[in-house]
């Protein structure tokens, strides 16, 4: 049975590729097998031998050959002597009779319909091994290129065409993709919209970084470093806690590398996202200590049934604590698990103190402040010590903003 209509010699079919070949011959064989129960009431006494390569399909009936007096001649499955001998003169009663079928002794109608029944059934078998494929690498780095872009989403094929979404919450804020680029993500989870998998990927997930890490640096590959925790500010601040197993392994210089070497294409990637790697320990108060780096901390006073801790530093420290928007201080907590406070200690310094302009960045807006620091006042006491009436001269800033920047900076020394 040579050049199909019902599948145009397979051709077709050859856009499907999670579907392999013994699997597309099963399938092929299921539907021409419903072909014959339609049209013959049973498929018991065919043999249907598909081949995939090829494009052809033989389906052989076998009927066993009795005499013409027999009361069983009038059984589909059987073959009056009489008749066989016309076909092949050699029969004899008992012998088996081999009887081609062809496309024809279906009719058009069935043909059109085992074809529609064939693409459907080949189009469910690829989606589900999509989804089986994708499911079982989620949490994995997969690389793939932009074959269009949205507003809210990027669609991505990876090497075998299959389309992967990135959303726009699943970007780092820096990322500027077009068509063609290459996209390198994790595989965040598979969803199924309409029956169809939806393979979501990530570029923001902390799990990201930790792939990253794990393909940079062979010793957590090994497993003779761990990562015990991972939290990130997408484009702007990670915090990577690491743990080593070997006392000779120093598992943050393992981390890093050779003067960065490690860490630098990773901090590319991220689009410069600065990753600060730390020593794991079950000791929370050097645990804080560390997550807070690079500020250094005078003393820690911690509430374990609140999960809060009390962090004291010098008036110098505040800022580097706090970090450029919060993001040091929110990692921390992120990290450990406790809600941080930050308090000057300036019981030393006899309430002599300045405070760094920076440090104002949740209650000022950024570009007030650069206004500042343009006119060289970088503190809260060089503000305060210039008139408020020179302030508004030497900056473009209007006279109500002065006051309440004024205001902010009095109420901290308060």
């Known amino acids: 049975m040579k050049n199909l209509n019902l599948i145009e010699s397979f051709s ?19 539907v021409f097998r419903a072909m014959l129960r339609k049209r013959f ?34 059984d589909p499955d059987k073959i009056p002597l009489a008749d066989a001998k016309k076909l092949e003169p050699d029969l004899e009663v008992g012998d088996e009779y081999y009887d081609e079928i062809g496309l024809e002794d279906f009719g058009r109608r069935a043909v059109l319909s085992a074809r529609q ?5 080949i189009m469910e078998l690829e989606k589900d091994n999509l989804y089986k494929k994708y499911k079982d690498r989620i949490g994995e780095i997969i690389t793939g290129e932009v074959h269009q872009t949205w507003k809210k989403e990027i669609l991505v094929l990876d090497d075998e065409g299959n389309e992967l979404i990135l959303p726009k919450t699943e970007q780092i804020p820096a990322d500027f993709f077009k068509k063609g680029d290459t996209v390198k993500a994790i595989v965040q989870r598979v969803d199924t919209m309409n029956n169809n998998p939806k393979i979501i ?8 970084l930790g792939k990253l890490l794990e393909n940079e640096v062979p010793e957590i590959f090994d497993g003779l ?66 997550s807070l780096s690079p500020a250094k901390i005078k003393t820690i006073n911690l509430d374990p049934d609140n999960k809060k801790a009390s962090v004291y530093l010098s008036p110098d420290q505040v800022s580097l604590a706090i970090g450029k928007g ?11 698990g406790y809600e941080i406070d930050v308090f000057r200690d300036i019981e030393d310094n006899g309430g002599d103190f300045d405070i760094d302009l920076d440090e104002f960045l949740d209650e000022i807006d950024e570009w007030i402040i650069d ?30 903003t002065v006051k309440e920047v004024i205001r902010i900076l009095k109420s901290e020394f308060e």
């Open 201 to 208: 990927i990530s570029r923001c997930a902390p799990e990201f």
């Open 326 to 336: 919060g993001h040091n201080i929110k990692l921390a907590a992120r990290l450990t």
């Open 117 to 121: 029944t064939l693409v459907q059934k």
């Open 225 to 290: 470093i761990t990562l015990k925790k991972i939290v990130r500010e997408p484009g702007e601040r990670a915090k990577v806690a690491v743990e080593s197993y070997d006392d000779r392994i120093d598992p943050v210089g393992a981390c890093v590398g050779m003067k960065g070497s490690r860490i630098h294409g990773i901090v590319k990637e991220l689009r410069g996202e600065s990753i600060d790697v730390i020593n794991y320990t079950s000791n929370l108060h050097l645990y804080i200590t560390r």
């Open 12 to 30: 077709e079919f050859k856009e499907f590729k999670s579907v392999d070949r013994a699997t597309m011959q099963r399938v092929l064989e299921e």
């Open 41 to 74: 009431g049973s498929d018991e006494y065919f043999s249907v031998v598909v081949n995939v390569d090829r494009g052809d399909v033989e389906i052989i009936r076998t009927r066993e050959v009795v005499d013409d007096n027999s009361e069983d001649i009038w």
């Open 371 to 400: 206004e500042l620091k343009n006119i060289g006042l970088d503190t809260a006491k060089a503000v305060l010590d210039t008139d408020a009436a020179e302030l508004v001269r030497r900056t473009e800033l209007e006279e109500e």
